[in-house]
């Protein structure tokens, strides 16, 4: 009878155990992904898109001089 008790309150542990272990995994995950997350959306601008002129959507391009060396370096 004891034996049989062992044998279902393993089964039951493991349950539980994977049960935890994809909690605790999951809460670790997202905690991190906050840490990094929220810094990064706020103070990256990948687009430049934060400190464009009010007046104009277009972006300064800078030009370069043309010349026969310039294109033959390229490849």
Known sequence: MIK???REWLRVSKHIGSFNAR?????????????FGVPTRLFADPMGVK??????AWRARTTYDVDLTTARRQG
Request: glycine residues 0%; without cysteine; aromatic residues 14%.
């Open 4 to 6: 049989q008790l062992w």
């Open 23 to 35: 909690a605790l995994i999951t809460l670790i995950y997202f905690t991190l992904l906050a840490i």
């Open 51 to 56: 400190n464009r002129p009010k007046d104009s």
